[in-house]
């Protein structure tokens, strides 16, 4: 629990929070917070009557939860009335009349107020995912200067919304900073959107590995037991048709497995029959949705090895960073899945595991069948699977990573406290500094065209950290 006394660091604006399809946000706000960072919490949605899961029930007590849309409504008519809604503010809400998305301009309206009462000192604000939260806050830089930034996860950015007055090239080229969650996202997005280059970092979604790893400290008790394990929802880009179908080829060929994909979702008809087509009742089961402690103990007891046959949608969506291979990584076994966006930065081909092209059941089938004959090969890529996870993927390696993200780009209220604990953002501190002071002076002494700001380039001259 952080100090109520101390000042916040930065705002996060949340679309729902917390929720339990999300639980990855949970985790981010519950490690900065114990890693020193003191965030001011909003979410537009109220999720409180969902049970808590997989975080504590006291989170919600630090959330500021947006009122309804009528009562923002009634927030910003009453300060128009007063003559306190800031000139930008009633600019925007004439000029987008019925507009879609418009609830965005009266969301950051009361965002801001609450900031001015409780923090009037913050200067950014930090959101997950290129919609609506990151366009409400693409509103609060109108309306208030400040900055804003998010983390791009997959569809969010593969196939984003248009049809919004702030579509995503507007969301991109006016933030401060874009955190996305794979190598393979930094390069696709810095193509498509050459501007956000720069401020593009990537930072892996974080894992609280600590019970997956105690579930069997890396040593799987279920190789051998000819069982493929799959975790995930019944949707197109998971590709369970093509598992199912790599199963019969596994069949066909005479080999001994039995396959078991836990999850429910909107397939899971279509798959039930394509399982029953392909006369694979007694070695494929649908063993619909389950709770983590079940997934982590049949992953940790009884998976031989782990398949998620990811493909890409017919409109480009996709999976980036599966969370639940990390998991199956956690406890040591090894893994199958398709060459897709950010798969190969978690299952390096070869040393932690198989891949193939999507769309491809018979080269599946074939990594398949090469693991479940081969225990010491599973051994050896499970181990080497369970060392990533730890080195690369644990919400205490890429809060880290985020916090030095944020604060390089100079988006994060100056802390000691933060340097004490991290002092390599020291010199990222010192670096944004010297950038501040070179704009200022340059807009204070400068006259036209001759700007202090280019007497100061030179090779003495601080410059931003890549």
Known sequence: ??????????????QRFPTFTQTFCAREILELERQGVRPLIFSVRDPRDEP???????????????????GLKAHATALRESGLLPKPARTALRHWGKAHDKMRVYEAIWIQGEIQRRAPYLRHAHGHFAGLAARTMWWLRQFSGLTYSFTAHANDVFCGEVDTPVPLDLLMRDASRIITVSDYTVQRLSREFPVAAPKLRRVYNGLDLEKWIGANAGQPGGIGSRRIYSVGRLIEKKGYDDLIRACAVLRDRNVSFTCHIVGGGPLEEALRNLIRDLRLENLVFLEGEQNQDFIIDHLAHQAHVFALACVTEADGGMDNLPTVIMEAMAVGIPCVSTRLAGIPEMILEGKTGLLTGERRPEDFAHCLETLLNDESLCRRFGQAGFELARERFD????????KRALVSGGLVRFDPGLIGSQPDLAEDYRHQRALRLRETLGAWFSPPGRRIHLLLEGANAPQPRA
């Open 52 to 70: 808590a899961q997989s975080y504590p029930e006291s989170l919600k007590e630090r959330v500021i939860f947006l009122p309804d849309e009528e």
């Open 1 to 14: 629990m952080p100090d109520p006394g101390k000042p916040f660091h930065l705002a996060y604006v949340f």
């Open 395 to 402: 919400k205490s390696v890429t809060t880290r990573s985020l």
